[in-house]
């Protein structure tokens, strides 16, 4: 059996290098698509797999819809060139990259299974309803989710393998991911933290840089190591707050970012809080976002009891391997 997994970048591609080392335990030959120029996602599907083509995103989640109406037909074109034929399944795990690869590889004989978001607990993704028609099976990750589809199975978050030994070395995590929040670390720096690794990303990391007991990096290719050392991990909203509390429950803050415009609309802040709810983490909403509030997230955080997590990644491989044989 040979699987075609659309890793999508972020978040996206963590859900599908999972379910491909899940896959992989089952005897499945895994392949990647990948957006093209996402020199990250490439380096985390080649540990895996092969990656057998690079097809645009066509649309951002900062960027307005008529952009993705323009750009898509363009978008599918390549895809359709790109994406090689042979498989007998195909995993689109979100973003408009996923659409346009899931339809060229439908057309080419695939069939099609949706990983629906870790994010989404009130409404569902664009992705899962644009290719919810053509799915053979839709992997939901949150009971909440059934509504979403009539197609729909829940699987559980798509946890993985553990690819880190457990501990607690004592430092405070504290990431945005790709985007970073400034307001974040900017009261994380004037709380008297002391221990604490920070992933800045796209924000400077260099006002951080002298702080005493701190270790600032912008970027980091597997951040998946430094949250199963930490003591607590604080992050944004997305799959590093779910795998820090169930994969390797880890005292959590989840912090959403509003400085991200895909969080801007009061549904995604809702969602957030669902979500924190669902791990046991704390919730730290913009308002509270100061440098007290910070510390009292921490130590809730701390007393908060976290559920124990089936590995959706193994659930779904499984389903898959009988889908397609």
Known sequence: MRALLIASGGGHTGHAVALAERLAELGVEVDFV?????????????????VVARTPKFLDPS???????LRAPAALAKALRR?????????????????AA??????KGARVVVVEATERFLEPSRALRVLSPIASLV????????????????????LGKPRAVAGDDGYVLISAGTFGYKRLFDSAASSGLSNVILQTGRTSPEPYRNIRGWKVVDLVPDLEPLVARASVVVTHFG?????AACKYRKP???????????????VRMREAEMMARRIGASFLPPERVTPDDLLEAIEEARRVERPQCEDGALNLAKMIARLGA
């Open 102 to 107: 899931a339809i060229a590889s439908r057309l």
């Open 83 to 99: 994406v090689p034929g042979g498989y007998d399944i195909a995993v689109a795990t979100g973003s408009s990259h996923s659409i």
């Open 139 to 158: 992997a939901l990750q949150w009971e909440e989710q059934r509504a979403f589809s009539k197609k729909g199975l829940v699987v559980g978050p798509l």
């Open 252 to 266: 959590t803050v989840l912090a959403p970012n509003p400085e991200w415009v895909w969080m801007r609309r009061p």
């Open 239 to 243: 799959r590093t707050a779910v795998e």
């Open 34 to 50: 990948v957006p093209e120029g996402d020199a990250w996602t490439e380096g985390q599907a080649s540990r895996v797999g092969k």
């Open 63 to 69: 960027e307005p819809l008529y952009l993705g109406l």
